[in-house]
């Protein structure tokens, strides 16, 4: 609110309160199947725009603001006067506005009873550069054996994380360095159908 009342900003006139799309004479935008999101006779919307910003040079202009014409009459285009047809709007041919009743997969394969679906992502350590532990969230595809290795920078490795069976989903280790030497360091996440590896900095 406090940004959109700013007079400089030009949104509003300095001191309006916010308002209401019956406000400004939108129509009914209630039924979700059948919105309808232009503005209405006598609506402010329909013949304030501003394209005097130097910065919009160059884009197409219109005599409404707002990203939909007036209900009724005509408005301009670039100049050119255009008649307000319904089916000219720019949502009219490819959007639909029926979830109740329409299946939106487009014949994607959809999983039953198994939950969200997960794939593999180790990710980057926080903080980095650390001293001396850090934190490193992974994710496991599926459940099964998964390893979580640190190595140093000639491929030694000098901690084990994670050595054993986690279940799909996502996890969270705790890297504690105290007693090795500034430096950069390797974290390999590693279990069935995937291997990655990240990089570190120990700084003392």
């Known amino acids: 609110n406090e940004w959109f009342q700013t007079g400089g900003w030009n949104n509003l006139p300095a001191n309006s309160a916010t308002r209401m799309p019956d406000t400004i004479l939108l129509n009914d935008m209630s039924d979700l199947n059948n919105p309808d999101p232009r503005?209405?006779?006598?609506?402010?919307?329909?013949?304030?725009?501003?394209?005097?910003?130097p910065r919009l040079a160059g884009f197409v202009t219109t005599s409404y603001r707002g990203a939909f014409p007036p209900v009724n009459g005509s408005f301009a285009v670039d100049g050119k006067v255009v008649a307000a047809e319904p089916n000219e709007l720019w949502t009219y041919y490819w959007t639909n506005f029926d979830p109740q009743n329409t299946n939106y997969d487009d014949g994607l394969p959809t999983a039953i009873g198994g939950g969200p679906q997960y794939a593999s992502y180790l990710s980057q350590n926080y903080p980095n550069p650390f001293n001396p532990q850090t934190t490193i969230d992974f994710v496991v595809p599926a459940t099964g054996p998964v390893t979580l290795e640190v190595f140093d920078a000639r491929g030694a490795k000098v901690a084990s994380l994670v050595n054993g069976v986690k279940s799909k989903g996502n996890h969270t280790v705790s890297f504690n360095a105290q007693g090795l030497a500034s430096g950069v360091y390797f974290y390999r996440l590693k279990g069935t159908g995937f291997n990655e590896m990240r990089k570190m900095v120990l700084l003392k």
């Not at 609506?43 to 304030?48: A, D, G, K, P, T």
């Open 39 to 53: 503005p209405a006779d006598g609506s402010e919307l329909i013949s304030s725009s501003d394209f005097t910003n």
